[in-house]
Nanobody
Framework: QMRLVESGGGLVQPGGSLRLSCAAS????????TGWFRQAPGKEREGISC????????HYSDSAKGRLIISRDNSKNTFYLQMNSLKPEDTAVYYC??????????????????WGQGTQVTVSS
């Protein structure tokens, strides 16, 4: 059974950084594209980023470009979201997710197969 567990969330000041991790079990991550979504209070869940199975292709939302970096380490069955220059509007629950194949239409939740439980990121002074 697939299982994804996020870690690394917390409270950070504006301008600070956090690194989220997503540890996968019950699957060989090298066969899956992986992504990150977030859901802010009162808003729908939105796609932030997707990375292909080999790490050769990455995709970002406009809000993530230049500040957030997705990466993966297939040898550890883990992938990451490095978040820099954080803003209060980045406050949300962040979810990791996986899907077979690559990242086409990666912003659509239903294209992903399995989800983590979410980790809270709060950006506040």
């Amino acid at each position: 059974q697939m299982r994804l567990v996020e870690s690394g969330g917390g409270l950070v000041q504006p301008g600070g950084s956090l690194r989220l991790s997503c540890a996968a079990s019950g699957l060989n991550l090298e066969w899956y594209a992986t992504g990150w979504f977030r859901q802010a209070p009162g808003k729908e869940r939105e796609g932030i980023s997707c990375i292909s199975s080999t790490g050769g292709f990455t995709h970002y939302s406009d809000s993530a470009k230049g500040r957030l970096i997705i990466s993966r380490d297939n040898s550890k069955n883990t992938f990451y979201l490095q978040m820099n220059s954080l803003k209060p509007e980045d406050t949300a629950v962040y979810y990791c997710t996986v899907r077979g194949g690559g990242c086409p239409q990666w912003r659509t939740e239903s294209n992903f197969a399995s989800w983590g439980q979410g980790t809270q990121v709060t950006v506040s002074s």
